[in-house]
């Protein structure tokens, strides 16, 4: 995959860097309000994904991505929580991870699924991001 065609892919999911949407004193995490999964493979990869809290799995899912750039949006079914969000390909025995505890802000999420592997890159900025597609009410 060419440089440009990634960065125009983040480009997509980028939102200005600004001040987090902490609830007052309670455990600092980042709210996961956009999820895109990009194959940068010349041909169609099965992922499985996976979302969960610390208590339970709140995403479950296995999606066919299309060779390029487009993205695959999964439909927001997770709490405005600390998450762990995990994708590995069909058939694999690990998983690539991110992880929203600890973290600021509102976040919009990209993983790249690639030759070498799974990547997560991330842009995070105040709540709600623009043109949020879930938990428009964090950080009030």
Not at 17 to 33: H, R, V
Not at 50 to 66: A, D, F, K, L, P
Not at 81 to 95: Q, S, T
Request: some cysteine.
């Amino acid at each position: 995959m060419k440089r440009r065609q990634l960065l125009k892919a983040l480009a997509v999911t980028a939102i200005p860097a600004t001040a987090g949407c902490l609830e007052g004193g309670e455990e600092e995490y980042a709210t996961l309000q956009r999820l895109v999964l990009v194959n940068s493979i010349d041909e169609p990869v099965t992922i499985d994904l996976r979302i969960e809290t610390e208590e339970t799995v709140v995403h479950e899912g296995e999606y066919e991505i299309s060779a390029g750039l487009d993205g695959t949006v999964p439909d927001c079914e997770w709490p405005d929580e600390p998450l762990a969000v995990m994708a590995r390909r069909a058939g694999d025995d690990e998983w690539a991870s991110y992880e929203t505890a600890d973290r600021e802000g509102c976040l919009s999420l990209l993983c790249d699924i690639h030759e070498v592997g799974i990547s997560f890159f991330k842009t995070s900025g105040e709540c709600p991001i623009r043109n949020p597609l879930c938990h428009e009410t964090a950080g009030e």
